[in-house]
C-alpha cells in the first residue's frame, strides 16, 4: 500500500473532500497518511510549517491526517492574478509570473519537483492520497501533463474516477471520459464512484450499473451529499454561498475580483450570531451592514479599481458615516490607505492608485514576499491572536501609532482614532476563539463556537459518511 489518486470527470466534482474523508478513514485505521496535490490552481493558500504555501484544501486534508502542512503536499500552486496570467509557486516558493499561453512550456521542469515531492511523501508514510485537477478529459492539456493521467503514469499510480451528479449528466461524463482518453491513460483508471447524490439512491441504480457495463470499472459507490460540507473551510470562492445565516449581526464582505485567503470568513460564517453577506459585484453595500470586511486580494491595485466600479467606495464612505465598522485584511487594509504604490509593477502595471482614505497609511509593493505563520497580542484586549501572513508590500503611516495587535512587540496593523477602522495583515485571525468572541462582543454579538473543535468534528463525520455509503476497504486497498 503506497498511493491511490482520485480524479474527477470534471472540475468541482468533490475530489477535494473525497481526498479529506479517506484521509481520515485511513487514519483511523491507524495508517501513516498524508494528501497530495501535484498540481493546483487557487488564491486561498495557507502557509506551511516549513515556510511555504500550498492549496488550502491540501491544509486541510493534512488535517485530516493530523499532520501540519508541508510544501511537500502540493510542489506546484498556480495563483491566478488576471484572466490570462497567474503566478507560478514551486515548492513553496514563487518561481515566475507567466501567462496561461506559455506554462505548458514550463510543465516539463515542474514534473520534476512533482516527482521530487511525491517521492518524499511516500518514503514517510504508509499510503498517499493524491488529487488530480480538473479532469483528465481535457484531453487538449494532455501533452506534458503532470496534474492528472501524466503524474498517474509517470508515479504508476492507480486511479479512481470521481462523478458529480448533482450537475446532470454524469453517465456521459463518466462513460465519455473513458472514450476521449488514450488507451494507456484509460488503462490507469481501476474504478468509479459518484458524489453529491440528492434523494433516494436507488434510483441511479440502472445509470450506476450502465457506467459499470461500458466502462468495466469497478464501482466504489454513490455518495449522497454531505451538507455538512459547509463547516469546512472551502477552497474557492464559487464554493462561498452569497448569504449564510440568520443573525442580529450582519457582516458584509466585498467579493473582489481577486479575492484571496477569504478563510477569514469561515468562522464568522458559522457563528448563530452572524448574518454573513458575501457581495457580489454590482450590488450595493446593503444600509443595514455593521460590518463590512475588505478580504485579501491577489492584485490590491487592480481590486481597487474594481472596487470603485461597482460604487463601493461611495457605499463604505456612507457606512461609515452612519458609525458602521470596517475590517480590512491583507490586500483589504492596504486598500483602506491613502495610496497604493507599484513603483517596480510586481502586480501589474508600474505606478499608484488612490486608497480609500480611511486610514491614515500608506502602502509601497516590494518584491520581497512575507510568507510566516504568526502569533500576535491584540493590543485592545491583550488576547492571543494566531493566524498567518502572506503579502507583498509594506504599510506605514500615522495610524499605525495605534496597532490592531503586537507581534513580538512590534506594532501590527493600524486602528483609525475612534476604533470603528481597522486594518491587519494577519490572515485566520478569527480561528481563535477568545479572540472572536471578543470582536463580536465589541459589535454587540455573542458567540457561540468553537470553531477548530467544529472543523474536526466534521472531517470525522465526513469520514463516517464515507464509510456507510462508499466502499472504503475495497478503495484503500487499491493502493500500491
Known sequence: MTALMIQGAGSNVGKSLLVAGLCRAARRRGLKVAPFKPQNMSNNAAVTSDGGEIGRAQALQALACGLEPVVDMNPVLLKPESETGAQVVVQGRRLTTTRAADYPALKPRLMGAVQESFARLRAAHDLVIVEGAGSPAEVNLRAGDIANMGFARAADVPVVLAGDIDRGGVIAQMIGTQAVLDPEDAAMIVGFLINKFRGDVRLFDGGYRLIADRTGWRGFGVLPWFGDAARLPAEDALDLPQARGDGALHVVCLALSRIANFDDLDPLAQEPAVRLTLLPAGQPIPGDADLVILPGSKSTRGDLAFLRAQGWDIDLAAHVRRGGHVLGICGGYQMLGHVVRDPEGIEGPAGETPGLGLLDIETVMTPDKRLTRTRATHAATGLDVEGYEIHIGRSNGPARARPF??????????????????????????????????????????????????????????????????DVPGLLALAR
Open 405 to 470: 495587535a503586537f507581534v513580538e512587540g512590534a506594532p501590527e496593523g493600524a486602528v483609525s482614532a475612534d476604533g470603528r477602522i481597522i486594518g491587519s495583515y494577519l490572515h485566520g485571525l478569527f480561528r481563535a476563539d477568545a479572540f472572536r468572541a471578543a470582536f463580536l462582543r465589541g459589535l454587540g454579538a455573542t458567540s457561540a463556537l468553537g470553531y477548530e473543535a467544529t472543523v474536526e468534528a466534521t472531517l470525522d463525520a465526513l469520514a463516517d459518511h464515507m464509510e456507510a455509503h462508499l
